[in-house]
């Protein structure tokens, strides 16, 4: 059974940086094929696809945030790490962190957390 | 960057069947995934490579995929099925975007 669980600050500063961690069980990412992704809602808005990271740590970004992100494993503690810096009032919005099966989709996604960016 | 847009809203009645589109650039040479969401929950994956429905998907959830738009088909619409609904093209070289969400409404 795959489960996925989204930890980190709930209230950040505007120009911190934030760190989310998903841990996942039921999957291994040192297999061929595998990754976790990061993906975004600000309330009442889209999803927004973050990032993504592959076994073989091939690494993917949204285009439009590349230069603030940064998302990285731990394969030894089923964990997935994911940097957003210089955050912003518009950042505001629940993360959750989801596994892409390569034929389906994003088959198993976490419970989500909400981040809120405040002074 | 590519796009996937859909209409932000669609109704339908109780029975009826209700259709939502989601449009991109040559969309049909690409897989699209349909995701369902509802208020205060994780979307919920309810179409992958265009047309197939993962285990537990009831069967009035079908969708299709040519050209430059994408269908997602709700028959026999229930209740249940008010959500939001997202499309999502599974290709690593547009990196996976979303749609822009629709809000189905079963009145």
């Known amino acids: 059974q795959i489960t996925l669980k989204e930890s980190g600050p709930t209230l950040v500063k505007p120009t911190q940086t934030l760190t989310l961690t998903c841990t996942f069980s039921g999957f291994s990412l040192s297999t061929s094929g595998v990754g976790v992704g990061w993906i975004r809602q600000p309330p009442g808005k889209a999803l927004e696809l973050l990032a993504l990271?592959?076994?073989?740590?091939?690494?993917r970004y949204s285009p439009s945030l590349k230069s603030r992100l940064t998302i990285t494993k731990d394969t030894s503690k089923n964990q997935v790490v994911l940097t957003m810096t210089n955050m912003d009032l518009v950042d505001t919005a629940t993360y959750y962190c989801?596994?892409?099966?390569?034929?389906?989709?994003?088959?198993?996604w976490g419970q989500g957390a909400l981040v809120t960016v405040s002074s | 960057s590519y796009e996937l847009t859909q209409p932000p809203s669609v109704s339908v009645s109780p029975g009826q069947t209700a259709g939502i589109t989601c449009s991109g650039d040559?969309?049909?040479?690409?897989?699209v995934c349909w995701y369902q969401q509802k208020p205060g929950q994780s979307p919920v994956l309810v179409i992958y490579?265009?047309?197939k429905r993962p285990s537990g998907i009831p069967e009035r959830f079908s969708g299709s995929n040519s050209g430059n738009t994408a269908t997602l088909t709700i028959s026999g619409t229930q209740a249940m099925d008010e959500a939001d609904y997202y499309c999502?093209?599974?290709?690593?070289?547009?990196?996976?975007?979303f749609g822009t969400g629709t809000k189905v409404t079963v009145l």
């Open positions: 490579q265009d047309n």
């Open positions: 990271i592959y076994w073989d740590d091939d690494k």
């Open positions: 999502q093209a599974w290709d690593s070289s547009t990196a996976n975007v």
């Open positions: 989801a596994h892409p099966d390569p034929a389906m989709g994003f088959d198993y």
């Open positions: 040559k969309l049909g040479e690409k897989y």
